[in-house]
């Protein structure tokens, strides 16, 4: 079976890249092969203008799920990588302590994930892929676990984040109204299997915060959004139809 075909497109140095299509239509495989965790069949992925063949340093993930080491402190989730790279235990403290108050949870440093929000947890995730100094962070819906409030003010806290790192950022999500509020660019695919129906520039003013959601450019640009997906379901369920 065929997951994604013929996908193709470039993302610059700092941009922020969201991708929204229907459920299976591919958004995870084409992350996970940006990560170098699959391999296409056809094709290649190029990261700096060199093939992208296995998982690289300089490129992070971030998952729906924290996947945080649960015997290890906020402190030492964030160090792993740091450490597991060759830095000293002092070198790998003070990488983490600086995004542990970037991410707002310095009384939290020693704590345990267990004792931790949803929310919590995914930033002491977000922050364990950027002590790495990632190139380029992969965000596979890493709010899609948690409840509209806390989703709410995670976006905020990436917002603010995106301001005070450099990496280049692709994001999935089923959520238009994360995806827009987001990124510089908006990629939709197609139903299964995925193609890009529409690469979307989003020409709203930086920076943003949950108030753009309802000035009219935010709206025209969802209700685009919402119309292409709408119109792939509603082809895809009849292609299941035609078929049984």
Known sequence: MIAVDRIS?????GEFVSIVGPSGCGKSTVLNTLAGLETPFEGEVLVDG?????????????FQQPHLFPW?????????????RGKSAAEA????DGLIEMIGLTKFAAAYPHTLS???????????????????LLMDE????????TRAVMQDNLLELRGRINATVVFVTHDIDEAILLSDRVVIMSAGPGRILRDLRIDLPRPRSNAILTEAGYLALKKECLDLIRAEGLRAFNQMGEAG
Do not use: W, Y
Not at 72 to 84: C, D, E, M, Q
Not at 118 to 136: F, H, T
């Open 93 to 96: 403290r003070q990488i983490a």
């Open 142 to 149: 890493p709010f899609g676990a948690l409840d509209a409030q």
């Open 50 to 62: 060199r093939p992208l063949t296995s998982p690289r340093p300089e490129i992070g993930m971030v």
């Open 118 to 136: 949803g929310g919590m947890q995914q930033r002491v995730a977000i922050a364990r892929a950027l002590a790495n100094q990632p190139r380029v």
């Open 72 to 84: 290890k402190s906020v402190r030492k989730n964030i160090a792993h990588g740091p450490r597991a």
């Open 9 to 13: 497109f470039n993302v610059s140095q």
